[in-house]
């Protein structure tokens, strides 16, 4: 108890005392963005090296230090993040060009501190909040024109893409689209647009006809993910593929779109010899037969159960025999 | 027949089959586990359940295979609890940080080859929490039974689909943590869950409150970290997985992966699925969620998991849960403690309530995996309690409060904190 008072009066000192100074700079002050970003928190080695300052009385100064303890990072005052992003909102979409510009790699030499990118996390989150629509469109929009620009650093562009994946719309899919046959890249994007879903199948359509490697694989899981009919072919050729992840990812948007005129082909490229394909690609079999019985396609159901308990022969596969049963026999065709 | 040859091989003959097992009978330490279970593992001859498989139900007697994937930290533990009351001969033992010396034979850094051998019936998890969810799920799709070691899952969505993949296969799942297995010997905390079950309780105006020990310091991740080169037997795209592609640092590895939103969730994630077990059991509320939920936090990182004050959690039936973590801020002082009693009940409900029976006794991985019935810890119940921590790290997350609806499994009228309990995972991983 002892302890957390003490904490908690050391928290108190050191984040008034910065939380007076930053509302004077900011009553006073135009808005300065560099300034605004380096009047975030102090990071927590800078902070228990403030607290050890004050701390130690004198006479204990040449007493050995004690290791200091794990990270603990501390963000500012709720409050005061508010009115922080109340700031850079009032001189948008300036204000929030300058602060994506202050964004470095921590890989690059000109890396100071993290304070600019997680000042621009702490707007996104700030403009998620209900009501907030006006604002969040300005932010998404604004760090959506940085994307699939050559100036901008990959790294910040995957910063972006990640933030869009919480706050993004419809508005910026196609902007990140633009890094979809970016092997670095596509991953963060494909997230983002899942995420936003709306207007999103249209930015991987084109890029399944473009792509190879990593980009084709990611194109084809997502659009899976997007349960987008209108892909139906793409996912019927991809159970053909070479490559074992881009099956499965084929098989996986068969059973998203519960497309019925695929139930052969699927079946045909579940009886694969036993393995890691075998029990997922049975797996995603069953999960079919569910979401057509679910539609009330009772029959379709009832041929992949039989496919089931015809091919699943060897004695590891019984629990697969048993559920197949189990529903054959429990439902009425 | 009965052999013993140091301490540990036995061979029986049931149902004139001979049957060659192993039990670890002496306490062991770590390294001579590992090393010993699996110089025996390759020994012995393990026959497979399904030779004598029956009616579902295995014989007391019969030897698994069992295999350990994620073997640092509390791999072995975890493997160790998964023997208690079976007879597991570890066969493969798996993990990312092998990528120079795997063997493919016993040791592997792909889980999807461990679970393709056809000898292995039960397998313990014990990698960071963001592959809990995927291992879990192809194990029960393979036909494994799984002990996964806690947190459960990174995020609400994963806690679903495990559950979803336990029911449809009919595979065991327990979690990792047996706090709820003292609650259920307990007949104070009987008393209280058949009080909370019961559906005489006119009002509930219980209060629990969880403080301290939540680690919040001591798994907070770090900030300005610069990327390292990827260590030679690290196969890094491998520990990354269905989490965002990141640069390597050492501080995303190796215990201290709790710091960061992409692998785990912070001391929260790491401690209260322990915490929170018993309270989900005693208070009835394995089958539901809150249905509002409010932090004290300053804003978090978008990576790094940082600090936090408390966390309020109110459900549909009045009942409050509050998380404190004691680390940041004031204390929470909004409500005070209460349980509930036989005096919360009008004395004729009170007849009623005795004659009502007490809650089944909670089956342990053995007997589950014996009797074909769910553990005590099951997916169902894990799934619940890992949402009662992830429903307060999404609160802090977004640093408001938010409304969840417990039968949809959404979080209402806040879009941006709904698509942290349903995150996109990188491919070719998914749910």
Not at chain 1, 72 to 91: R, V
Not at chain 1, 295 to 315: M, S, V, W, Y
Not at chain 2, 25 to 31: A, E, L, P, V
Not at chain 2, 362 to 373: G, M, N, P, W
Request: hydrophobic share 40%; proline share 6%; net charge positive.
């Amino acid at each position: 108890m002892k302890r957390r008072t003490a904490l908690l009066i050391n928290q108190c000192v050191h984040r008034g005392t910065y939380k007076i100074q930053l509302l004077k700079f900011m009553a006073t002050a135009k808005i300065n963005v560099s300034e605004l970003v380096e009047k975030m928190p102090p990071t927590d080695k800078e902070l228990e090296a403030m607290q050890k300052k004050t701390e130690q009385p004198a006479d204990e100064k040449s007493k050995p230090q004690k290791p200091l303890e794990g990270s603990k990072f501390t963000g500012p005052d709720p409050e005061l993040a508010d009115s922080i992003c109340e700031s850079l909102l009032s001189d948008a979409p300036q204000s929030i060009e300058q602060l994506v510009g202050l964004i470095r790699d921590p890989a690059s030499p000109e890396f100071k501190n993290y304070k600019a990118e997680y000042l621009a996390h702490v707007l996104a989150v700030y403009t998620g909040r209900p009501g907030k629509q006006n604002q969040r469109k300005i932010v998404a929009k604004t760090f959506a024109s940085f994307l699939g620009n050559d100036k901008t650093p990959e790294y910040v562009q995957g910063f972006l893409a990640r933030q869009l994946e919480r706050i993004g719309d419809k508005d910026v899919a196609s902007a990140l689209g633009k890094l979809l046959l970016n092997e670095k890249l596509c991953d963060y994007a494909a997230s983002a647009l899942i995420s936003i879903r709306e207007g999103s199948a249209e930015q991987f359509q084109p890029v399944v006809l473009k792509a190879n490697g990593r980009c084709k694989l990611v194109a084809i899981q997502s659009l899976a993910a997007l349960e987008d009919v209108n892909s139906i072919k793409v996912f019927q050729k991809a159970l053909s593929d070479d490559d074992r992840d881009i099956r499965l990812a084929g098989a996986f948007g068969i059973v998203k779109t519960a497309d019925a005129s695929s139930i052969s082909i699927l079946l045909k490229a579940a009886d694969v010899e036993s393995s890691y394909e075998r029990s997922k690609m049975t797996s995603l079999c069953i999960q079919l037969a569910e979401k057509l019985n679910a539609k009330g396609k009772k029959q379709e159901a009832a041929n992949i159960f039989k496919h089931l308990r015809d091919t699943r022969t060897d004695p590891k596969e019984k629990y697969i025999r048993d559920l197949a049963d189990k529903w054959l026999a429990s439902t009425v065709l | 027949m009965l052999f013993l040859r140091n301490n540990y091989l036995k061979i029986f003959t049931y149902n004139s089959i001979e049957i060659k097992f192993m039990k670890i009978i002496n306490k062991i330490s770590r390294r001579s586990f590992l090393k010993d279970a699996l110089a025996t593992g390759i020994a012995a001859t393990v026959v497979p359940r399904y030779v004598l498989g029956g009616e579902g139900n295995i014989p007391p007697s019969e030897t698994l295979g069992g295999a350990l994937i994620g073997c640092g930290g509390r791999g072995p533990g975890t493997f160790s609890e998964m023997q208690k009351g079976l007879n597991v001969v570890m066969l493969a033992r798996c993990d990312v940080r092998w990528k120079t010396t795997a063997d493919n034979k016993t040791t592997y850094t792909d889980f999807r080859r461990v679970l393709e051998r056809k000898d292995i019936d039960v397998v313990a998890i014990a990698t960071p929490p963001h592959w809990h969810a995927l291992i879990s799920i192809a194990a029960m799709e393979a036909g494994k039974d799984v002990l996964c070691e806690k947190p459960m899952t990174r995020f609400i969505a994963e806690g679903r689909a495990v559950a979803e993949a336990s029911k449809r296969y009919g595979r065991i799942f327990q979690i990792g943590t047996f706090g709820r297995f003292n609650e259920a010997k307990d007949p104070k905390k009987v008393l209280i869950r058949k009080i909370m079950k019961s559906g005489l309780l006119k009002k509930c105006d219980v209060v629990v409150i969880r403080r301290g020990g939540l680690k919040v310091k001591e798994w907070s991740g770090l900030v300005n970290a610069k990327p390292q080169p990827i260590p030679p037997n690290l196969d890094w795209d491998m520990y990354v997985g269905p989490s965002p592609m990141k640069p390597y640092h050492p501080h995303r590895v190796g215990g201290t992966h709790r710091g960061y939103w992409d692998y785990e969730g912070g001391g929260l994630a790491d401690m209260a699925q322990h915490t929170l077990d018993p309270v989900t059991w005693t208070y009835g509320l394995d089958d539901t969620a809150p249905v509002e939920v409010e932090p004290n936090a300053p804003p978090a990182h978008h990576e790094v998991c940082g600090m936090w004050g408390w966390v309020e959690l109110k459900y549909a039936n009045g009942l409050t849960l509050v998380l404190d973590s004691a680390e940041w801020g004031d204390p929470y002082e909004k409500k005070k403690s209460r349980s509930v009693s036989l005096e919360d009940l009008s004395p004729e409900d009170r007849e009623k309530l005795k004659s009502m029976p007490d809650p089944e006794p909670l089956l342990t991985f053995a007997e589950a995996v014996k009797q074909r019935k769910p553990a005590g810890g099951n997916a169902e119940a894990a799934f619940r309690t890992i949402t009662i921590v992830h429903l307060a790290n999404i609160a802090i997350r977004t640093g408001r409060k938010i409304k969840y609806d417990p039968v949809k499994e959404v979080i209402i009228g806040d879009e941006e904190a709904n698509r942290l309990a349903y995150q996109p995972m990188r491919a070719p991983w998914h749910l």
